[in-house]
């Protein structure tokens, strides 16, 4: 007979994880990850996105009309822990190629998301790319939470495509979620849960390894391909 009022398994062992701090530093093969500063980043960041507009049609801020107004945005982001911000630093080299975030971290819940990412045009559709957000979710997993969540406008297509490259799970839109800018919002939602972990970890680890690609940096295989089997459900307009 059929429980007339089923109740959620009991999660055995369950411990809220801890929240992530601005000392947290992620490395990897191509990026380093440090807590976004002012005067550390913000400069050097600049230079690489000054005069591309676009890289803001999708984000709450920007474009910044100059290197001290965008400044003063780093500056106030540095003070936020959710958002917690970080740098994504080129490996080994004194440049900054954008930033991204932990943000709605809500341990108690083991839920927390990554957004309000900006990638500058040399950071974009590069193995560095795919790099700064696998070493995040794997903090993020490696740490005890049980949802890892992506949030973007339903308009913006290349955020909806990326989310579903890197292994998340569609799971629908919110209507009018948001006013961005005075425009109307409405929010595509994706997610990546614990026990797709393991399977979505190989399949990064095999598409970042130095095997994948040929001589001329051509992937072998696709990270799409890799993940398509741990994804629950695809986004049917991407």
């Known amino acids: ?5 089923p109740v959620g398994p009991i999660i055995d062992g369950w411990k809220a994880p801890p929240f992530p701090t601005v000392q947290l530093v992620l490395e ?15 400069a050097l960041l600049f230079r690489e996105i000054e005069g591309e507009d676009w890289l803001w049609d ?10 001290a107004q965008f400044h003063r945005f780093v500056a106030e982001s540095e003070k936020s822990r959710d958002p917690l911000f970080f740098a994504i630093l080129a490996k080994g080299e004194k440049r900054v190629l954008g930033f991204a975030s932990f943000l709605r971290i809500t341990p108690d819940a083991g839920s927390i998301e990554v957004g309000f990412i900006m990638m500058s045009p040399a950071l974009q559709q590069t193995p560095a790319a795919t790099e700064a957000m696998f070493l995040m979710m794997q903090w993020a997993f490696d740490a005890g939470y049980r949802r890892y969540e992506w949030k973007c406008d339903a308009l913006n297509r290349p955020s909806r495509r990326a989310a579903q490259r890197y292994g998340f799970s569609y799971e629908g839109v919110f209507r009018q979620a948001a ?9 595509a939602w994706f997610a990546v849960i614990d026990k797709d972990w393991p399977a979505l970890k190989e399949a990064f680890q095999v598409w970042l390894s130095r095997s994948n690609f040929d001589g001329a940096g051509r992937q072998k295989e696709s990270l799409k391909d890799l993940t398509r089997l741990v994804r629950v459900s695809s986004d049917p307009e991407v």
């Open 58 to 67: 999708y984000m709450p801020v920007g474009p910044f009309q100059g290197a």
């Open 1 to 5: 007979m059929t429980d007339p009022r």
């Open 179 to 187: 006013v961005v800018k005075g425009r109307n919002r409405d929010t």
């Open 28 to 42: 990897g093969d191509h990026v380093r990850l440090e807590h976004l500063k002012a005067q550390d980043h913000a």
